[in-house]
């Protein structure tokens, strides 16, 4: 579908940009829900002809959030169903009933030291009618033998933020930080294998800054959205002048398993350990670049949550040694150490 100039600027008058700012709130979402480039859950793709373009690449879609989110909402549309809103990842629009207004009360239980993540996907919350996954943070309100109580952020008629008492399934969620052990960011990295892929958030999905950030929420690790930024959140070791063999072998010298980042422009990936004297790496990619016929570019599409070398694709000729992950690779970065 193309969309022509009376699109955006229905879409302009309904953001009502002139006002800006017309509101200034703290929030939290109350459900798994997304922050948009403009007041509309209509995508935007551009020429799906093109490699690496076209679903899932909306270029609307700025990044999903989980339920229990804190927000500084800053502007409503001009029919009041939509919100501009602030997070700690980046900004953007969500539906006005994705979100409620907090108080003091609600704001400092989040403040007050005492959370809780969830370690694993699609867990149900009945009390607030939701279900949320990996990545989600909430209040903690008691432990005992039997699990962990949480609070969970509900909207009233009023817009206002409750918080309601919730029982996660045993071995769901823990306390955080969660201890940095490989073996336990192996079980919640679990989760995603083979979960497809999906830009900015979109459809619930994962893309691979998203799949990383994630990761590391249990272990007390918040890192930014984008896979450049998170390639700055801790010891970065340049490998961009390296030759690929010395890259790979000081990834497996200095890099540590389940605690290292792997960036190269535009992805980035966890160094999980060595296999034959070579790195490999949990990351979510779309796809490898190839060359097909008359040299025209195109992708190898993976398009899910996977476990592979920097040399993906090394045995199919159109993606050849020209297109190895590993000549891209520019950075590693050490979040953690024993």
């Known amino acids: 579908m193309r969309y022509g100039p009376d699109s955006a600027a229905g879409l302009h008058a309904a953001a009502d940009l002139r006002g800006y700012p017309n509101f200034l709130r703290k929030a939290v979402t109350v459900k798994n829900t997304s922050l948009r480039g403009m007041p509309t859950p209509e995508p935007r793709f551009a020429n799906p002809s093109l490699p690496g373009e076209g679903y899932p690449f909306d270029y609307l879609q700025h990044t999903a959030l989980p339920p229990g989110t804190p927000l500084l909402v800053t502007h ?35 403040f007050s030291g005492r959370l809780a993540a969830l370690i694993r996907e ?29 609070l969970v952020p509900v909207r009233e008629a009023s817009g206002a933020a409750r918080l309601v008492p919730a029982h996660p399934a045993p071995g769901t969620a823990v306390v955080m930080p969660m201890p940095m052990t490989p073996r336990n960011v192996a079980a919640v990295g679990n989760q995603f294998m083979g979960q497809p892929y999906g830009w900015g958030g979109l459809d619930g999905k994962r893309d691979c800054s998203a799949l990383t950030h994630d990761l590391f929420v249990p272990f007390g690790i918040y890192l930014p959205r984008n896979s450049g930024s998170q390639a700055a959140a801790g010891a970065e070791i340049p490998l961009g002048d390296l030759p690929n063999e010395q890259k790979e072998s000081a990834i497996v010298s200095q890099g540590i398993p389940f605690a290292t980042l792997i960036w190269m422009k535009g992805h ?8 034959k004297g070579r790195p490999l790496v949990f990351h979510a990619p779309w796809g490898l670049h190839t060359f097909g016929d008359g040299g025209r570019d195109g992708r190898l599409v993976l398009g899910r949550v996977v476990v592979t070398s920097l040399r993906p694709g090394e045995e199919v000729p159109a993606v050849g040694p020209q297109h190895l992950l590993i000549n891209r690779v520019r950075a590693m970065t050490i979040l953690a150490r024993p």
């Open 76 to 110: 409503a549309s001009r029919d009041g169903s939509w919100f501009l809103a602030e997070s700690a990842l980046t900004f953007g629009w969500l539906p006005a009933t994705d979100v409620a207004f907090v108080d003091e009360g609600v704001a400092g239980a989040f």
């Open 122 to 150: 699609h867990v149900s919350l009945p009390e607030a009618g939701i279900t949320a996954g990996v990545g989600t943070i909430l209040p903690l309100d008691a432990q005992s033998g039997g699990g962990l109580t949480v």
């Open 268 to 275: 980035i990936m966890v160094y999980i350990g060595q296999w």
